[in-house]
């Protein structure tokens, strides 16, 4: 690489760094492993700076070595299991809790009728500001706050009663299960 390169690549690099390292930042949780990521594909780009014809299209050839060495990473991690005499104290943490979580959230939402739905689901789950949801949904701002505000108070009021039924359930140790008679059905404690 020659002496103008050199300065052109360095002058690059000082005016696009933090915009590199936001995206950096999109690809690994961490923030010292997003510099090392940065670090890591600027030593490969720079090697191969002269090859890049259009430099207005050097971010997203640099994006691209870094998603690259993200997953040369990621399938280069080493993972043992190294057997013990006895199991450690300590439980592994588990996603089980959140996904039922978010199945009950999800039958939670069933309750709503489409506009609380489609409102509650902007706002929060693709969170959306106010006024994109509004524009999204042709409502004014006013409409989708006052629409959100009865969703999420029924979404509480849902969530409390199924949470009381749980406590019954639990209280009274019974279980009601439905029977088939000939004609109808009858409850019956199990």
């Keep these: ?3 103008g390169e050199v300065l052109d690549f360095e002058e690059y690099v000082r005016t696009r760094q933090d915009a590199l390292l936001r995206s950096a930042r999109r690809l ?6 997003a ?7 600027l030593a490969r780009t720079y090697g ?15 994006r691209r070595v870094m998603i ?11 993972l043992e299991e190294v057997p013990t005499e006895q199991l450690p104290d300590a439980s592994v943490a588990d996603a ?14 069933k309750v709503l009728a489409p506009k609380q739905r489609s409102v509650v689901v902007l706002r929060h789950w693709e969170q959306m500001s106010t006024e994109e949801t509004a524009a999204a949904l042709g409502m004014s701002t006013g409409t989708v706050k006052s629409t959100l505000h009865r969703a999420l108070a029924r979404l509480r009021q849902e969530l409390e009663s199924r949470d009381l039924d749980a406590r019954a359930l639990g209280r009274t140790g019974e279980r009601t299960t439905v029977r088939g ?10």
């Design 28 to 33: 690994v949780a961490d923030p010292v492993d």
């Design 1 to 3: 690489m020659r002496h």
């Design 35 to 41: 510099q090392d990521l940065l670090q890591t594909a």
């Design 48 to 62: 191969r700076w002269d090859g890049i014809a259009d430099k207005s299209l050097a971010d997203a050839y640099l």
């Design 68 to 78: 690259n060495t993200r997953t040369e990473w990621w399938r280069s991690r080493k």
């Design 181 to 190: 008679d000939q004609g109808g059905r009858e409850r019956c404690a199990a």
């Design 96 to 109: 089980t809790e959140q996904h039922a979580d978010r199945a009950l959230l999800m039958d939670v939402l």
